[in-house]
């Protein structure tokens, strides 16, 4: 397993008293796979995010990626969040190129890598603009190619298109999963969203709340490209509905 989620579990101080966020959740993810974290509000799904992408340490248990502990983020496996993150007063290709200035990569070189992500999602007419001239969706492409660039083996992402409008997010969706098929990159999607963890997954992770723990898992055998009006899109769509609602003792596994 590439990725493997060991027994982990989360708690943080509030009031003096221990709050449990993510309690005892174990999982893994093999090398390539599309998976989607789904849950309400509050159950701490982007929290275990962070934590995979060791942006916080886990209180109780091991995170590991290529059999090495995630102790700290790394170039490896870079993260997404929903806010883009660019410096508003640099251009599309020196956003793109900041983490291979970090690799130390060859200004030349740095400019050709940068460019072919920056083309790859799209974005080659607006390489000279600087954030504020470009839509969100734009601004995430730039996110999205900058991430591409230092050519991390896992990419996390946070709820990176819960901002946008409806027609830009299904835009999105699709380069992502042309991107994932393209790059054969690890993708660990964070959303709320049941229809668009259908859309995206290989496999869906599913969260309870209160305190975060698998209720299940969904296994998605439709091929990629998936129609939303399909009777199986939406056959899957209503059982991972019913398996957010059910109340469960035990981790439930689907095959769809």
Not at 2 to 20: A, F
Not at 59 to 64: N, R
Not at 65 to 76: A, C, T, Y
Request: charge should be neutral.
């Amino acid at each position: 397993m590439y990725i493997e989620i060991n027994d982990v579990s989360i708690e943080y101080k509030e009031k003096k008293r221990l709050q449990t966020v993510i309690d005892h959740v174990n999982f893994g993810v093999e090398k390539g796979e599309f998976i989607c974290l789904l849950g309400p509000s509050g159950c701490g799904k982007s929290t275990l995010l962070n934590a995979m992408a060791g942006f916080l340490k886990p209180s109780d248990g091991k995170i590991l990626i290529d059999g090495k502990e995630v102790l700290k983020p790394s170039l490896s496996y870079v993260t997404i969040f929903q806010n883009y993150g660019l410096l508003p007063w640099k251009t599309v290709l020196k956003n793109v190129e900041l983490g291979l200035e970090t690799k130390k990569i060859p200004k030349k070189e740095r400019k050709e890598i940068a460019l072919k992500y920056i083309e790859m999602v799209g974005l080659k007419d607006a390489v000279n603009k600087r954030p504020n001239q470009l839509s969100g969706g734009m601004q995430q492409r730039v996110a999205i190619a900058r991430a591409l660039a230092v050519d991390p083996e896992v990419i996390f992402m946070d709820e990176p298109f819960g901002a946008l409008d409806a027609i830009t997010r299904m835009k999105l969706q699709d380069d992502i999963l042309e991107i994932n098929q393209e790059t054969g990159k690890t993708v660990i999607f964070v959303t709320h969203d049941i229809e668009e963890a259908v859309f995206l997954a290989d496999r869906i992770v599913v969260l309870d709340a209160n305190p975060g723990r698998i209720g299940g898992i969904v296994n998605i055998n439709m091929p990629k490209h998936r129609n939303r009006t399909s009777d199986e899109f939406v056959l899957a769509r209503d059982k991972v509905y019913d398996l957010l609602k059910m109340k469960k003792e035990d981790v439930v596994e689907y095959y769809i």
